[in-house]
């Protein structure tokens, strides 16, 4: 398989696996069949659309239909198999965490083969990695993962970094996208698994009151009293 039919697989699977985790998402909202066809439309090819529009190179999915038939495809299927089989919210996750691998390689490679810098391929990576995602949690209604203390767009630019990294060092094409897409995988999947977060931005006043809070509560009457009665039998 050349280069290119494996990035052109590549995409398809992303296309795929970001369908099924806007469909989830819909499922959870209790939408109906065409609100999770547009979830699943918007999740699958949003990030690729707005990289496209950026690079300023004709949109993906206005060269190639099948990008349609293969969103509307698996809606269709999976809108109907979770009536009868109760799907794991956690699949949602880490089947989130592969599109996600997936899509910030391929937008990766495609701003390096148009002769882009490498901030701006590695931009472009997690662009097309992210915002799908994003998308869909608006409209559904929820804060979008990578802005709520989730691994998320660290793994994306880790990833990215990594591919750049391998083809600077002259490593094939081939064998730097599938190192990528494992490592951003296995990097978003630790996270989930292991429970691993970033640290949550906090005011100097917040934190403040906070502490204030804590030693008030420490220094209650009876804590006060306790600690007195322990000191004379002491």
């Known amino acids: 398989m050349t280069l290119?039919?494996?990035?052109?697989?590549?995409?398809?699977l992303g296309t795929i696996v970001f369908a099924v985790t806007g469909l989830l998402a819909?499922?959870?909202?209790?939408?109906?069949?065409?609100?999770?066809?547009?979830?699943?439309?918007?999740t699958a090819i949003g990030?690729?659309?707005?990289?496209?529009?950026?690079?300023?190179?004709?949109?993906?999915?206005t060269q190639q239909n099948i990008y349609?038939?293969?969103?509307?495809?698996?809606?269709?299927?999976?809108f109907f198999l979770a009536r009868y089989k109760r799907l794991p919210v956690k699949l949602l996750l880490f089947l989130d965490a592969l599109g996600l691998a997936v899509f910030t390689v391929v937008g990766t490679q495609k701003a390096m083969a148009l002769g882009f810098s490498d901030p701006i391929a590695i931009m472009t990576g997690i662009m097309t990695?992210?915002?799908?995602?994003?998308?869909?949690?608006?409209?559904?209604?929820?804060?979008?993962?990578?802005?709520?203390k989730e691994i998320y767009a660290t793994a994306s630019f880790i990833g990215a970094s990594i591919?750049?990294?391998?083809?600077?060092?002259?490593?094939?094409?081939?064998?730097?996208?599938?190192?990528?897409i494992i490592i951003t995988l296995s990097i978003r999947v630790w996270a989930i698994v292991f429970k691993i977060e970033l640290p949550v931005f906090i005011s100097y006043k917040d934190r403040v009151q906070n502490v204030?809070?804590?030693?008030?509560?420490?220094?209650?009457?009876?804590?006060?009293?306790?600690?007195?009665?322990n000191d004379k039998l002491g």
């Open 163 to 180: 591919f750049l990294t391998l083809e600077e060092l002259g490593l094939s094409v081939e064998y730097s996208v599938i190192i990528s």
């Open 68 to 78: 349609i038939y293969v969103v509307v495809v698996s809606a269709l299927l999976l």
């Open 4 to 12: 290119t039919q494996t990035l052109y697989s590549l995409d398809l």
């Open 129 to 148: 990695g992210v915002v799908g995602g994003i998308m869909r949690d608006v409209l559904v209604g929820e804060v979008p993962l990578v802005f709520r």
């Open 47 to 61: 990030g690729g659309t707005l990289r496209d529009l950026i690079i300023d190179v004709p949109v993906f999915w």
């Open 26 to 42: 819909a499922r959870r909202k209790e939408l109906d069949l065409f609100g999770a066809i547009v979830i699943a439309m918007v």
């Open 212 to 229: 204030s809070q804590i030693t008030r509560s420490n220094s209650s009457p009876d804590k006060v009293d306790s600690k007195l009665k």
